[in-house]
Nanobody, 122 residues
Framework: QVQLVESGGGLVQAGGSLRLSCVGSGRTFSSYAMGWFRQAPGKEREFVSTISGSGSSTYSANSVKGRFTISRDNAKNTVYLQMDSLKPEDTAVYYC???????????????WGQGTQVTVSS
């Protein structure tokens, strides 16, 4: 069982930056690939970025490539999402999730956080 708690969301102007954090419980955090997903109002939840358990491999959606960076610190059981050059269309609830496999599909993720709201004003 892995419990995940996100933080770092908030209100920011377009062009600004935010860094989301997700802290996981348990001693096996490094054995899980971690992902970030988001859900905008009236839309389905979508994949944002994922990182392997060791942190050596990452992959991001085209919509955020070059603007968002995923990283992790296994000593702190924490995964981060650095979001730069934010746009109003990035407004959403952001969720972190843990998976036994490095994947982009939501169905591969077994554990989810409660989400943190990111609002980007124009």
């Amino acid at each position: 069982q892995v419990q995940l708690v996100e933080s770092g969301g908030g209100l920011v102007q377009a062009g600004g930056s935010l860094r989301l954090s997700c802290v996981g419980s348990g001693r096996t955090f490094s054995s899980y690939a971690m992902g970030w997903f988001r859900q905008a109002p009236g839309k389905e939840r979508e994949f944002v970025s994922t990182i392997s358990g060791s942190g050596s491999s990452t992959y991001s959606a085209n919509s955020v490539k070059g603007r968002f960076t995923i990283s992790r610190d296994n000593a702190k059981n924490t995964v981060y999402l650095q979001m730069d050059s934010l746009k109003p269309e990035d407004t959403a609830v952001y969720y972190c999730a843990a998976s036994r496999s490095w994947a982009t599909a939501q169905t591969m993720y077994d554990y989810w956080g409660q989400g943190t709201q990111v609002t980007v004003s124009s």
